[in-house]
């Protein structure tokens, strides 16, 4: 029996015809950046996009023809998304490249004042598996979406300066409730926001 290939826990075949949340953009990125270099580097894109186009079914023969046509998708989402021309995916290009939904956090960091429902609300989104903690690839989405809150780049430096800044404010790599309101004071916000632009 033929299973689906999954990205980092996400059906492959969603990718094509979805918005992905930013939990499940991290996921991705997480899966397919194997050296953790902050890029997804032609190999690693080129067995994304193979994943994404061709291999949604393990057993499925590839053709000559799936093989034209995922070297001309290659080259052209490269072409069309690769900025700064380095040959490589920052992870700012690749969510653009990607459907990724707007900014989760937007709709609620803004408000004068956040309620238990709005956090459990954060809570519900980030977290994927459903422990009642944002952490691993989620706690990235959420730090990403806060950066993104702030106009920054979507970058691994940026998300590891967040996680990092999570790790100092609330004393561990995952979130809970306390931690989301902790985190989301607008005191913590801004020394988060200097932390995120000085880095």
């Not at 193979?50 to 093989?67: G, N, Y």
């Not at 998304?81 to 803004?110: H, P, S």
Request: proline share 2%; glycine share 4%; with cysteine.
């Amino acid at each position: 029996m033929a299973t689906k290939k999954s990205a980092g826990g996400v059906d492959i075949k969603k990718l094509r015809n979805k918005k992905l949340t930013s939990t499940e953009f991290m996921q991705v990125w997480f899966h397919y950046d194997v050296d953790r270099s902050g890029y997804l580097e032609y190999s690693e894109f080129s067995k994304f996009m193979r994943d994404l186009f061709l291999k949604t079914d393990c057993s499925a023969d590839i053709t000559p023809e799936q093989v034209e046509k995922y070297t001309a998708e290659v080259i052209h989402i490269m072409d069309t998304y690769d900025e700064n021309r380095d040959g490589r995916f920052e992870m700012n290009e690749l969510a653009k490249a990607l459907k990724i939904e707007e900014n989760y956090l937007n709709k609620i960091i803004n408000k004068k004042s956040i309620k238990d429902k709005h956090i459990q609300k954060i809570l519900t989104h980030y977290n994927s598996n459903v422990d009642n903690t944002i952490e691993g690839p989620e706690l990235c989405a959420f730090v990403g979406d806060i950066a993104r809150s702030f106009d920054l780049k979507l970058a691994l430096s940026v998300i590891n300066l967040g996680v990092a800044f999570v790790k100092e404010t609330v004393g561990t790599e995952y979130v809970d409730q306390n931690a989301i309101r902790t985190l989301l004071s607008p005191a913590s916000l801004e020394k988060m926001k200097s932390t995120l632009k000085a880095g």
